[in-house]
């Protein structure tokens, strides 16, 4: 995990579903087979409203027509960022687009699990709603070391809480790489 990411920021509102981050529809690709997993990458973020897609200016997409990985590598959303059902594919596709992170004052906890247990993104959390200090398409660097997100365009700085016990896990590249790293789960061999 590195500690500082640096890239353009996608802003959200308050309650981004899991279903909004990747549409129930788009289940049917295999995270396995690399053609079928570009999929994921193509169609997340998706389900947002267009009210939503990229606030405040509204109706900014995520992804371009026929891409599967952003220009925008940092989420910052409002409050319960990930609610709804319980789909590990919520983080992995946006994982596959191209995010490094996202930047929220809450997370719904499965989302927040799947998103750390999976190693497919930061899941930061700030003191507050960041959204009315960014806007979508602002070049920003999140200092994890440092607790903190620059906005590189208004030249303002936000604490963000500090990842604890889960940034060993992001690093390791999930709970069961972690699990072998620190030798709480052996391989099928050593056993």
Avoid: W
């Amino acid at each position: 995990m590195k500690n500082k990411i640096t890239g353009r920021v996608y802003v959200l509102g308050d309650d981004i579903d899991t279903d909004q981050i990747i549409p129930a529809v788009h289940l049917v690709y295999s995270l396995d087979d690399p053609n079928e997993r570009k999929k994921y990458g193509e169609f997340a973020l998706s389900g947002v409203p267009p009210a939503q897609a990229g606030l405040p200016a509204g109706n900014i997409p995520f992804i371009k027509k026929d891409q599967a990985v952003s220009q925008f590598s940092i989420i910052i959303a409002a409050k319960n960022f990930g609610c709804g059902s319980s789909r590990e594919h919520a983080p992995a596709a946006l994982q596959i687009a191209g995010v490094k992170a996202v930047i929220a004052p809450s997370y719904a906890r499965i989302f927040y699990r799947n998103a750390v247990d999976g190693g497919f993104l930061i899941p930061a959390e700030s003191q507050e709603s960041l959204t009315g200090y960014f806007d979508t398409g602002d070049i920003v660097e999140l200092d994890l070391a440092n607790k903190k997100v620059h906005n590189r365009r208004s030249g303002q700085t936000f604490a963000i809480k500090d990842l604890g016990q889960v940034a060993g896990i992001i690093e390791a590249g999930g709970i069961f790489a972690y699990a072998r790293k620190t030798g709480m789960l052996q391989e099928a061999a050593d056993v």
